[in-house]
């Protein structure tokens, strides 16, 4: 009996423009990430860490293991198994920023101080119940001799690529979400009004979510994605209606930047005046959306009166799609129309679904079907 061979699906040659877009966007990247490797022991890191030359950024250091995977890392490390990479960032200082790994190292720190008493283990359990001290002299001094190989990046690896390394390589199973990195690498004028309008009444008000996401900072994600999209959104330009020209389906990057930019504005403007206008027209053009939508929405950022989920894609629809339309017509505000039959139809939930939410096309068609249907009212 013979056997017929699988058949190839013939495969259509990308198109060499996209090729080239690629290796050039591969070249701009990489040139970014340079690196030295070396090996440190657990002594020498303990000792820098408690001097505070090896630093947890702000946005990792309420991410801790509990006491079970922390032991479970312990009995991995007396077993003999290899420990994965740890990467520092060198700042400017000399001081070693810790990109990646800062659970691994606060657990040996923790256990060398005698503050993990090891539970759970099932490979060597006589352990169970041991701390550091309670090990055989050359036990410990073996542990503290024990190395671990450390990626050091250059101090000219900009704050955006090493968040998105975090992001990318995080081995410690409790992550930093993305509104929280940046709460914790981008202080500044701005980031401070994404907080302060992220907890007013207002907007808590209109965004009924669960504790989950609050402790998550969704609201956050949510103000600093309106700002983002609401002031790179341009109506018209080079012959095109309606285009974000710096948003490059790269969400991360695009919010980083825009954030990093706009405290760099912010606070350029008030070491000259004392305030910062960007600061308060913003405010001003946050809070005249929210009374907008509480007016003309009658269930808010939610589908239903009772509703406890505000989805991304339908909030950035609404909301920008709404202040867009108020810069353009500001006379909208003493009509207030009823948004029910727009967010009610077809085309509205067509354009709110979730698939593909961070394609500029579908971005700006969401937030464009808010804008025109309003411009007819």
Known sequence: MGFKMARKTKRKLPDPAQVDAAEKQIREYSRNVKFTVTEYSFEFIVQK??????????YQRKLIWKRKPQSKFIESVLMGLPIPFVFF???LDGRMEIVDGSQRLR???????????LQGLDVIP???GLRYSDLTPSRQLIFAESSIRVIILDNSTDAITRTEMFTRINTGGTQANEAEVRRGSLPGPFMDLIISLADSTEFVRLTPISKSLVDHREREELVTRFFAYLENYVPSANGVIHDMSSYKEEPRKFYFSFVQKTNLLATSEMAQNGTSTTIDDMRIEFMRMLAFVQAMSP???TKTRTGNQVPRVRFESIAVGSALALRADPTLLARTPDITPLLESDPFKLATKSDAANVKSKLLGRIRLVIDWLAEK
Do not use: C, H, K
């Open 299 to 301: 269930n808010g950022f």
């Open 89 to 91: 960032w060198q700042d």
């Open 49 to 58: 860490l408690n001097s505070d030359r090896y630093y947890v950024p702000d």
């Open 126 to 128: 006589d352990a169970n």
């Open 107 to 117: 657990t040996i720190r923790d256990f060398m101080a005698d503050e993990i008493t």
